[in-house]
T-cell receptor, first 110, second 114 residues
Framework: QQPVQSPQAVILREGEDAVINCSSS?????VHWYRQKHGEAPVFLMILLKGGEQKGHEKISASFNEKKQQSSLYLTASQLSYSGTYFCGTASGGSEKLVFGKGTKLTVNP | DTEVTQTPKHLVMGMTNKKSLKCEQHMGHRAMYWYKQKAKKPPELMFV???????INESVPSRFSPECPNSSLLNLHLHALQPEDSALYLC?????????????FGPGTRLLVL
């Protein structure tokens, strides 16, 4: 079942912060975050696992609320390079496939 | 090194043509994936190979035929495609086929079917 992302789009000025949310109606085992720039492949940002384990970039932070089946990606002091579409992918079990949300388009302006 | 390579970068083909997409990784990953992505949409899973065996086929039409010759290579054979099959085709790999594993994507092949 496809996770729901919000907002669909956000526009920031450089230096501002943003939060992107991802929620599912199913119990989640893991949440994966990717950023995709126009015409390029998705780039891995962060993975959050049931039980609290996280792996990802130092400058990106995220949370995973297992009880609410929600994850949030925190982008602080945004830079122009943060622009792109952010996808969350969720797996409902340790051996389940990833299902991606519809994406959040982030635009950072000077 | 987290590189997945794909060739060709761009492909234009007619509806009667046969072509193949190639994907390669040298990270020792045992799971490899094909995704299809239409403009402004998320990637949609097509196939998963785990330890060189087809693990998941997401009810993909038979005009798409995957092949995994060895643990580093993944092909997608195309035959008699339709214009609606035009899309970005992404390959990905992960250490194992599991929801706990990070998938690394290749740059994709942009396919146009005329």
């Amino acid at each position: 079942q496809q996770p729901v992302q919000s907002p669909q789009a956000v526009i920031l000025r450089e230096g501002e912060d943003a939060v992107i949310n991802c929620s599912s109606s199913k119990a989640l085992y893991s949440v994966h975050w990717y950023r995709q720039k126009h015409g390029e492949a998705p780039v891995f940002l962060m993975i959050l696992l049931k039980g609290g384990e996280q792996k990802g970039h130092e400058k990106i932070s995220a949370s995973f609320n297992e009880k609410k089946q929600q994850s949030s990606l925190y982008l602080t002091a945004s830079q122009l390079s943060y622009s792109g579409t952010y996808f969350c992918g969720t797996a409902s079990g340790g051996s389940e496939k990833l299902v991606f949300g519809k994406g959040t388009k982030l635009t950072v302006n000077p | 090194d987290t590189e997945v390579t794909q060739t060709p970068k761009h492909l234009v083909m007619g509806m009667t043509n046969k072509k193949s997409l190639k994907c390669e990784q040298h990270m020792g990953h045992r799971a490899m994936y094909w995704y299809k992505q239409k403009a402004k949409k998320p990637p949609e899973l097509m196939f998963v190979y785990s330890y060189e065996k087809l693990s998941i086929n997401e009810s993909v039409p038979s005009r798409f035929s995957p092949e995994c010759p060895n643990s580093s290579l993944l092909n997608l054979h195309l035959h008699a495609l339709q214009p609606e099959d035009s899309a970005l085709y992404l390959c990905a790999s992960s250490p194992e086929e599991a929801g706990r594993e990070t998938q690394y994507f290749g740059p994709g092949t942009r396919l146009l079917v005329l």
